[in-house]
């Protein structure tokens, strides 16, 4: 294990949640709810787990990210910025005609990004490719995959799951944002995916459910996962959709919605004092 | 057509047995691809190939034998198939997805239109079952509309070989290619129409003859009754050139143009819908660049059902006899 400095890792992640409400703000376009909820998770992989260079974005021996829950993409952006893959003034293009970055994850023009994702419930057959892939070239590569709670309604990720543990990709660890919301409401009133720690294990899943605001506990289960042999892990991460700024809490409105000015101040400040 | 002998031949047949080549020798696409891709397999071992159950009927299984840890089976799962070979392709290896085109192309659309064409990954679909010609499995399997699809996407280009030559050599051309690609592939085992050397060039029409009564523009299984057709016509004193488009997309505008020039009518023929397949590509470039009537044939907004492969052929009108026939009409 890395040194941790938990301290530091909550520091930038209030700095990534602040880049995601500038850029939505900006932009007057996106998605802070599902942002904000998986923010310290990437926090973590990018500041603490994956073995990745931002000069070298491209090295075939890195760590693989894949943001399967495409709409989040605001919080990938404001990851990668953070750790210095390109510059943060990139972020002011964020959904613009003019700017680099599309509304969901483009690989092919953003440093960084390993996969263009968008339509929900292909990233973790993504996932499954680079991680068998690397298998055949007897490479140490780790990939990450993030899934939605709401996207485990599409069938592909249980195709997919399947493929995972038939597969036996120890290589491969997916994590569900498990934020309880999706547009239209409460996952469990919309279209229950539960229980998801359950389905996983049954599809040959090792699986760890953890509160995925806590850095402790979100770095000790990517360090048991790596330990796994022989199977693919699923960490179901409970976390609060629009995590960091109070009025955006469990709200299922902030799922696809930009700030008003008054909004985007208050936020602003609120992460400030942080 | 139906007069040839139809031998199933594999490639010990073709080392020991070169007497069969000199006959006219009828092999399905399908088994050249699948001979093609285990050579090729020994070439690049960067190419992976990935079949959804049904390696034995797509041939991808001469390449699972020879390199088992290269092959991977994902089970009767199409769309996660696609976005594996995507995940594959996103790492840097070059992976070879075979399925029946109905369920490439249409089951798995999305993920080929969002996880392979958007980002441009270098996956090669190399599609079976195109057609009417499935026979006897009836319109669920009869992929008529796969050209349609897969030739609207950025990116993608799309090619559909009308023999065993043909096939062998785009099999291994698109290998050359950086991006994606949909090769369409049939069951019906079809006469051998090119000789061994014949040389071809992607997005170049292989034009067959010079005659000036008419251009028959055909694509696939339909080539053979295109030639059949220019021979029988050749006796009656009318005489046609044919161009075998094996590459949809990009289309050969200048050969389409050329022919419409020097012929006095264009027809096009295909085992697809007359609808967004070739006969549209055509008339997409004629009518922006060189307008002239084009009549389509093929299958007219309709699906297909069962019954022998040559039987539906003669039912949906795509025959030696049906283009001599459209041929003939003023």
Not at chain 1, 54 to 59: C, F, I, T
Not at chain 2, 194 to 210: R, V
Request: charged share 30%; aromatic share 8%; hydrophobic share 35%.
């Amino acid at each position: 294990m890395k040194n941790i400095d938990i301290k530091e890792l909550e520091k930038i992640s209030n700095e990534i949640r602040k880049k995601i409400i500038n850029q939505v703000y900006n932009a007057q376009s996106g998605h802070p709810g599902g942002s904000l909820s998986c923010t310290d998770i990437l926090t973590v992989l990018y500041f603490n787990q994956m073995n990745i260079n931002p000069k070298e974005p491209k090295n075939p021996d890195r760590d693989r990210f894949i943001l399967s829950k495409g709409h989040a993409v605001a919080a990938l952006y404001a990851t990668l910025a953070q750790k210095g893959f390109f510059e943060e003034e990139e972020l002011l293009g964020f959904r613009k005609i003019d700017g680099k970055l599309q509304g969901h994850p483009d690989m092919k023009n953003v440093p960084g990004v390993d996969m263009s994702t968008g339509s929900l419930g292909q990233g973790l057959s993504v996932s499954n490719g680079i991680a068998l892939a690397s298998k055949l070239d007897k490479k140490e590569i780790r990939v990450y995959c993030m899934l939605g709670d709401g996207e485990i309604e599409e069938g592909q990720i249980w195709e997919a799951a399947m493929t995972s543990a038939h597969y036996k990709l120890d290589n491969l660890c997916v994590i569900v944002d498990n934020n309880n919301l999706q547009i239209d409401g409460e996952i469990d009133k919309v279209m229950n995916s539960y229980p998801i720690e359950e389905k996983f294990k049954s599809f040959g899943f090792h699986t760890i459910t953890i509160n995925g605001h806590d850095f402790m506990q979100i770095i000790e289960a990517f360090e048991e996962a790596k330990k796994v042999k022989e199977k693919p892990t699923a960490i179901i991460a409970k976390t609060i959709k629009g995590k960091g700024v109070s009025y955006m809490e469990n709200k299922v409105e902030w799922h696809g919605k930009a700030t008003n000015k008054e909004e985007y101040q208050k936020a602003i400040s609120e992460l400030m004092k942080k | 057509m139906l007069n040839y002998k139809i031998y199933y031949i594999n490639n010990k047949d073709r080392k020991e047995n070169k007497s069969i080549m000199e006959e006219k020798v009828k092999i399905a696409t399908r088994q050249s691809y699948g001979e093609e891709l285990a050579n090729l397999g020994k070439e690049n071992e960067n190419i992976v190939v990935l079949d959804a159950d049904l390696s034995t009927a797509t041939k991808t299984n001469i390449f699972a034998k020879k390199f088992p840890n290269r092959f991977f089976d994902m089970g009767i799962a199409e769309q996660d198939m696609l976005s594996t070979a995507a995940g594959f392709a996103a790492y840097g290896k070059i992976p070879y997805v075979s399925t029946f085109a109905v369920f490439a192309a249409g089951r798995a659309y999305d993920q080929i239109r969002n996880s392979i064409c958007y980002p441009n990954l270098n996956v090669k679909i190399c599609a079976t079952h195109s057609g009417i010609t499935v026979g006897e499995d009836g319109a669920t399997h009869q992929m008529l509309e796969d050209i349609a699809m897969m030739r609207v996407l950025p990116n993608m280009k799309v090619f559909s070989p009308s023999d065993d030559v043909q096939t062998r050599w785009i099999i291994r051309e698109v290998s050359k290619i950086e991006g994606p690609v949909y090769v369409r592939l049939c069951r019906l085992a079809s006469p051998k129409i090119y000789s061994e050397n014949e040389t071809f060039e992607i997005g170049k029409a292989k034009q067959i003859g010079d005659g000036i009564d008419a251009t028959v523009i055909s694509t696939g299984i339909t080539t053979n009754e295109a030639i059949n057709a220019k021979k029988q016509l050749e006796k009656e004193g009318i005489f046609i050139r044919i161009l075998d488009m094996h590459t949809i997309k990009p289309i050969d505008e200048e050969t389409i143009i050329r022919c419409a020039k020097e012929t006095k009518k264009i027809i096009t023929i295909e085992d697809h819908s007359t609808l967004g397949g070739l006969g549209s590509s055509v008339c997409e470039v004629l009518s922006e660049k060189y307008p002239k009537k084009v009549v389509r044939m093929g299958i007219k907004n309709k699906f297909g059902k069962s019954g022998k492969a040559e039987e539906l052929m003669k039912y949906f009108k795509i025959t030696t006899q049906d283009i001599i026939e459209e041929v003939k009409k003023i």
